[in-house]
């Protein structure tokens, strides 16, 4: 029975010419081989010139394909090979093997699948996501091959820290003991208030090309050195509070690299290692100021290179101190914090996501009862690493020092500022009435390097 001519090009097309050009040889008589070009178009009413361009190959083909069994002679021309084909595939190439007689003996077919499904085969790495599809597409709009690249998942500080609420806990030991109290009278009239101003732990400096040299040994020295002699003076209050401004880790990742410029930074050690080396450094400080006052509220504000350590700090030290009841973790992961203290209201933040002008409007919008309830307001802030303090109609703003010395970029650049760490005492009523600081000097005198 005769059909119809396929699309030109399709797999049906071959088989449908190699059939009607086996028809025609056996009706003329002649070997497949010797049949011409004009007999095929003469009694083959479909063809056409298209058909029968490349004569001599497209006779080759059709020997090749209407011999079809595998193994085994030919028998029949509708023996096709794209009967022996599996669904889903397409024939490539088909290879003969030709006996003395002309016969085929034997034949291989290549046939690879039609088109890719789309779906990956191996699910996608765990953390990962898809970051790009490449696609090969056949001539007849067929998708053939597909390369697909993943990349390492970036958490948002609200999944970081969601995530770090659920893990920390069960991996952090509870402190062991408590902080013995202090005894005596203590003062609830004042607030001694320690801002810790850019400590940038895990930061590695050469002094040859610095000035000065710094790494964890000397990090955890000089600010353990330092709370230790601030936490002596000043009047005993009943209640302190801890700012760290932000930037309290040097890195905030593996690769030591800044988070949105990708800067190189110089770091001393594994990031690991200056985790746990600032988590200690932190505890001694709690502890250190518990043995003075009877409770502390601590804040770790977020800055430009610890976005997440920041948040790791926070949660790690909640669950460390989880059974001290003196002891107050913020867990906000905001840019700013608050803290309210008689007619006194204190803002916290690092300084690089707002500008020292915008401060006050700010705090008037954000805590506007707090701001109507109070007298004395203050913006605390860190960044840039030397002393600004603006006077503003309705708060003072500060950015603080830090005891940290130059990296090697600073250093480069041509910043310099002195290095020291305060404690200020606020009265409910009068706002500040005192300050007592420590310079990186002294504490080299005092204490040694």
């Not at 097309?13 to 070009?37: I, P, S």
């Not at 915008?358 to 203050?378: C, K, N, P, V, Y």
Request: neutral net charge; contains cysteine.
């Amino acid at each position: 029975m005769r059909t119809s001519k396929p699309v030109y090009g399709t797999p049906e097309y071959l088989q449908w010419r190699n059939r009607e050009m086996g028809r025609v040889a056996q009706l003329m008589g002649v070997e497949l081989m010797d049949l011409k070009r004009s007999d095929f178009l003469k009694h083959c009413s479909e063809a056409t010139n298209n058909d029968v361009k490349r004569w001599r190959e497209v006779r080759k083909i059709a020997v090749r394909y209407l011999t079809i069994p595998i193994p085994g002679p030919s028998s029949s021309f509708e023996d096709l090979p794209v009967e022996a084909v599996p669904e889903g595939y397409s024939i490539k190439r088909v290879s003969s093997q030709v006996g003395k007689s002309g016969e085929v003996e034997k034949q291989w077919i290549k046939a690879p699948l039609a088109h890719a499904s789309g779906e990956l085969t191996n699910p996608l790495p765990e953390g990962h996501t898809i970051s790009g599809v490449s696609t090969l597409v056949s001539g007849d709009g067929q998708t053939t091959l597909q390369w697909i690249k993943t990349k390492k998942g970036e958490e948002s500080r609200e999944e970081t820290l969601a995530r770090l609420f659920e893990e920390l806990p069960e991996k952090v030991e509870a402190r062991k003991g408590k902080v013995k109290k202090p005894t005596g009278a203590s003062n609830t009239e004042l607030l001694a208030v320690y801002p810790l101003g850019d400590p940038h732990i895990g930061m590695l400096s050469w002094e040859p090309e610095t000035g000065d040299s710094f790494d964890l040994n000397k990090a955890k020295k000089i600010t353990c050195d330092a709370i230790s002699d601030l936490v002596s003076r000043g009047p005993r209050t009943k209640s302190a509070l801890v700012v760290n401004l932000g930037d309290f880790f040097h890195s905030d990742n593996e690769n030591n690299r800044t988070a949105r410029a990708g800067n190189a930074l110089d770091v001393d050690g594994r990031w690991t290692k200056v985790l746990q080396a600032g988590l200690g450094i932190m505890v001694f400080l709690i502890d250190q100021v518990l043995i003075h006052h009877d409770e502390v509220r601590v804040i770790n504000e977020i800055g430009n290179h610890d976005d997440h350590s920041a948040i790791f700090l926070s949660v790690a030290l909640n669950a460390y101190y989880r059974n001290e009841p003196r002891v107050d973790i913020d867990m906000s992961p905001a840019r700013n914090h608050w803290f309210r203290f008689g007619k006194n209201l204190i803002g916290v933040t690092h300084g690089h996501n707002q500008k020292h002008g915008d401060l006050e409007s700010i705090m008037a919008a954000e805590r506007s009862q707090d701001w109507g309830e109070t007298l004395h307001r203050f913006w605390y802030c860190g960044h840039i690493h030397h002393t600004v303090k603006k006077e503003m109609r309705g708060c003072m703003i500060e950015s603080f020092r830090t005891l940290a010395p130059r990296d090697a970029y600073a250093a480069t650049a041509g910043y310099k500022a002195g290095r020291d760490m305060n404690r200020i005492t606020l009265h409910k009523e009068y706002g500040e009435i005192g300050r007592e600081t420590v310079n990186a000097a002294y504490l080299k005198a005092m204490y040694g390097a």
